[in-house]
């Protein structure tokens, strides 16, 4: 049972260029999540998808769009990637309504923007 | 404006002794909290969660709540070396239950 997998884990993009992180999981869940972690700030949430068919912007949502493109597979697209979108960026889901609120995350991905 | 408040540390305690960590938090609605650990690049990982006001007791590992002072913390007994980590604190909220994260505390148990 593979939980949440990320691709890619390291990334280097140049300024301007654009990428896309995948996102998958195999736990039947329904909410799906992109958090960025930089130094000193936590976990801040960048998108949702609370079920299958629906996004939400989080709390830093410029610069990035999103796609749940089935239950299984939440991506998150960087258009025209800037310097202050380096980070540590995870994805994460739970099983949804009414249950604990309790997040599964995946292994991270290292962005770098030159 | 929904926050977590952690001290970000460092917090450096010997071997064998309580590690606590606290956690305050400004929306009076929330309802789970939770900790988690983070490994130095690795991924957060659930060590306790808790519900209702009081105490919860996990092996090493308490964590205690009280909703009156928006207050959550966690005390780590006979602390090892392999408890060095960031302890995020999180809290659950809204109709979402969207999950806010503090900044975390960084934890050093020195052998």
């Known amino acids: 049972n593979a939980g949440v997998t990320q691709t890619p884990k390291f990334q280097v993009l140049k300024t301007g260029q654009s990428m896309t992180l995948q996102c998958a999981q195999d736990?039947?869940?329904?909410?799906m999540y992109w958090y960025r972690q930089d130094p000193g700030m936590g976990l801040r949430l960048i998108y949702y998808?609370?079920?299958?068919?629906?996004?939400d912007k989080g709390e830093v949502p410029n610069g990035y769009n999103v796609s749940r493109l089935n239950k299984r597979e939440f991506s998150l697209r960087l258009e025209s990637a800037a310097p202050s979108q380096t980070s540590v960026y995870f994805c994460?889901?739970?099983?949804?309504?009414?249950?604990?609120?309790?997040?599964?995350f995946g292994e991270g991905s290292r962005l770098t923007v030159l | 404006q929904k926050e977590v408040e952690q001290n970000s540390g460092p917090l450096s305690v010997p071997e064998g002794a309580i590690a606590s960590l606290n956690c305050t938090y400004s929306?009076?609605?929330?309802?789970?909290f939770f900790w988690y650990r983070q490994y130095s690049g690795k991924s957060p990982e659930l060590i306790m969660s808790?519900?209702?006001?009081g105490d919860k007791e996990d092996g090493r590992f308490t964590a205690q709540l009280n909703k009156a002072s928006q207050y959550v913390s966690l005390l780590i007994r006979d602390s090892q070396p392999s408890d060095s980590a960031t302890y995020l604190c999180?809290?659950?909220?809204?109709?979402?239950?969207?999950?806010?994260f503090g900044s975390g505390t960084q934890l050093t148990v020195l052998p």
């Open positions: 994460a889901s739970r099983p949804g309504q009414g249950d604990t609120g309790e997040l599964f």
């Open positions: 736990m039947n869940h329904n909410s």
């Open positions: 998808s609370a079920s299958e068919g629906t996004t």
């Open positions: 929306d009076r609605v929330s309802q789970s």
């Open positions: 808790i519900y209702s006001n």
């Open positions: 999180a809290v659950s909220s809204g109709s979402a239950r969207q999950l806010t």
